[in-house]
């Protein structure tokens, strides 16, 4: 078995799991290749670079869209449904592994954004989660992980962060909604650091 170990103690973000996976031995090429099956309207490409973080090197990887100008922190966002992604997913050419491990990511998160907001998960209007980035971050995550073939997944404790943390519907405390129920699959730790450490997706 082929299992793959997270150390979060400084949590995770989409991009921060992607540019891991590719720094593991993903390789980036064959991953654009099979994200443009994916057929996601506008133009977008992945830059990826070496860089240091508190004195460690590692891979960075940011999203560029056409819609959005720039990288994946940019606030015009398409907002699509958890039924959009589905079928952006479902009629793409991915391999059957693929898709159903993307789309079980994309079904925990509008479970968690349903119960927050009320409404049927199928209902649930992306905002951040559904830019093009975070379907770019999440399917690019399950086809690294087919890449890899990686067997199993494993993580100590999910550092979530202190703070605040500004969104669609304002300025929220960390965790955030969605994280917070999210969290409920897995050991977590608060306070670490001053700001929002680990994101939904």
Not at 78 to 84: E, S
Not at 88 to 110: D, G, H, M, P, Q
Request: hydrophobic share 40%; net charge negative; proline share 3%.
């Amino acid at each position: 078995m082929r299992a793959l170990v997270y150390d979060c103690s400084a949590g995770i973000s989409g991009d921060m799991n992607l540019a891991a996976l590719i720094d593991l031995g993903a390789d980036r090429e064959n991953l654009e290749r099979e994200l443009s099956k994916l057929h996601v309207h506008g133009e977008w490409k992945l830059e990826c670079r070496r860089a240091q973080q508190h004195g460690i090197q590692g891979t960075r990887i940011d999203v560029l869209t056409e819609e959005e100008g720039h990288s994946d922190c940019s606030h015009a966002h398409h907002h699509r449904t958890m039924a959009d992604i589905r079928t952006l997913i479902e009629t793409s050419a991915l391999s059957n592994t693929v898709k159903r491990t993307a789309l079980s990511i994309f079904t925990l998160l509008a479970e968690a954004e349903a119960r927050v907001h009320g409404t049927a998960p199928e209902e649930v209007h992306f905002h951040e989660v559904g830019a093009v980035d975070s379907i770019i971050d999440i399917t690019g995550a399950a086809i690294c992980l087919e890449m890899l073939r990686v067997d199993a997944v494993f993580t100590g404790p999910v550092e979530l962060g202190s703070g605040t943390v500004t969104c669609q519907h304002g300025t929220m405390p960390v965790p955030a909604p969605a994280t917070a129920l999210l969290a409920k699959h897995f050991r977590a730790t608060l306070n670490g650091t001053a700001h929002e450490a680990t994101t939904p997706t």
